[in-house]
C-alpha cells in the first residue's frame, strides 16, 4: 500500500501543548514529553497560526541539513534579531555569509589553529592561577562567572591578539551579553515593526553603542597598523567580501560580535554543564583527574598536551550530547519539499532539536546516562554521522568546534590538576535562547596538596 503524504506526521494540538505545559518543566519538559511520544517522528504542533515542525531524526536532520540544506534557510524570527546584533556575515545567509565563514575556516584550520593553540595554552594557565589567587580553599563562586572570565582571558589573545586591555576585553562581552539577551522580546514578536517600541530595545541600544565604541576605533586602528598576526581579527582585516573588496570595518565589528556570542556564553555555560557532570559521576571525575596529573605532570600545560587527554574530550563530547547549548535551531523552507512522506509547504518553520536527538533511545543506548565511553572511535564510527550534532551540520556548521573541544579540554584538565571541584545541590536546566541552568551553579574549589 503506497505511503499516503503525511501519513507519518505525529502532531501535538495545542491544548496537549498548554496541557504539557501545566505539567512542570517550562518548555523543556514539554519539549522532552514531545521527543518521548514521537521518537523521531515528524511532528507538527499547532499552535494557532503558527505551525512549526520538530526534526529530530538523523535521517530526517540528513535531508534538512545536507542533502537538500540550500532549501532550508535562515530565514526565521530568531536569526533575523539575531542579525540586528551579529549583521548579515557568519550568522546570515548567501554571499556575505560565504565569504565570511571562508575567513573564518581559514583563521581556524591548518597552520593558523596551531598558532592560536600556542596562544590559547598559556592563557588558561594564568586564568586558571589567577582563579587559585582569587578563590580561597572551600570557597563557593558562581561557575557560569567564573568560566566566562576564564574564556574571555582565552579570547584576548586569540581574537584580538591581545590589542586591547583584559578589563576593556570584559566590558565588550559584558555588553554584547546584554544586547544578546535584550533580543528576546523581538525573537518572539518578530511581526512588530521596529519603529513600536518593546521590552529590551533600550538596553539594546545602550549595549550596542558600547560594543561599537569599543570595537570601531579598535578595527581602524588595527588596519591602519596592518594585521599579519595569527589572531582572526587579522584574518578579517585580510579578508574579502562577496565582491572580492577588503570587508568594511562595520563587518569586522559584527563578525567579531558573532564570534563573541557563540565563543563566550556557550563555552562558558558547556563548561558550567561540564562541572555538573563531573560532580555526579565521580568515577568519571576521578579518571579526568589521573588524565591531567598523568599528562601535565604536575606542571603548566604545553600545547603538545592537548593531544593527550583523550579521555578528558571524550568527556567534553558527552557534556555537550547531554547538555546541548543550542538546544533548538529553526530554519525556514524557501520552497514545498516532502520529508519521509510528510508534506513540507514553503514557508514553514522547521526546529532542529539535538536537545531531543540526543535522547533518541534507537541511536544511544540509555541516552540518560552520562558515558564518555560512547566517544571512543569505535563509537563514533558505528554511530549515524547526524545523530550528534551539537554544533550543527551541513554548509552552517560551526566553524570553531574543533578550537572549542580543544579549549574546554585543556581547561577542564588544568582546573582537575589544580583544585578538588564540588557542585552543591542540583543544577537542572531551562530552555532560554541557549541551554541554561534553572539557577545559579555554585562550585566549591579546593586547592590539591
Known sequence: MPIRADSRLHTVSWGRVLGGLRAGGGPLGLLERIGARSQGALTRLDLGTFRPFLVTHPDHLRH?????????????????????????????????????????????????????????????????????????????????????????????????????????????????????????????????????????????????????EILLPLVRRARREGGGGPDLMSALLDGRDADGRPLADEQVVQDVVALFVAGSESSALTLTWAWVALAGNPEVAARVRREADEVLGGGAARPEHLRALVYTRQVVAEVCRLYAVAWAVPRTAAAGDVIDGVRIPPGATLVISPYLTHRLPAFWERPLRFDPGRFTKDGVRGRHPLAYLPFGDGAHQCVGQSFFLQEAALIIATMASRFDIAVPGRAEPRAAVALRPRERVDLVITPRR
Open 64 to 212: 534538512v541539513l545536507r542533502d537538500h540544506g540550500e532549501n532550508y534557510r535562515r530565514g526565521t524570527a530568531m536569526w533575523k534579531a539575531l542579525g540586528r546584533l551579529t549583521g548579515l556575515g557568519i550568522t546570515g545567509e548567501g554571499p556575505q555569509w560565504r565569504a565570511s565563514r571562508e575567513v573564518w575556516h581559514r583563521g581556524l584550520s591548518g597552520g593558523a589553529a596551531h598558532a592560536l593553540a600556542d596562544r590559547m595554552v598559556p592563557s588558561v594557565a594564568d586564568a586558571v592561577a589567577d582563579l587559585a589567587v582569587r578563590a580561597a580553599a572551600g570557597a563557593r563562586v558562581d561557575s557560569v562567572a567564573e568560566m566566562t572570565r576564564i574564556v574571555l582571558r582565552i579570547i584576548n589573545p586569540v581574537l584580538f591578539g591581545s590589542r586591547i586591555p583584559q578589563s576593556q576585553c570584559d566590558r565588550l562581552a559584558a555588553a554584547v551579553a546584554v544586547a544578546f539577551d535584550s533580543l528576546l522580546w523581538r525573537m518572539a514578536a518578530p511581526f512588530v515593526p521596529l519603529a513600536v517600541p518593546m521590552p529590551g530595545d533600550r538596553a539594546f541600544r545602550r549595549a550596542t553603542a558600547t560594543v561599537n
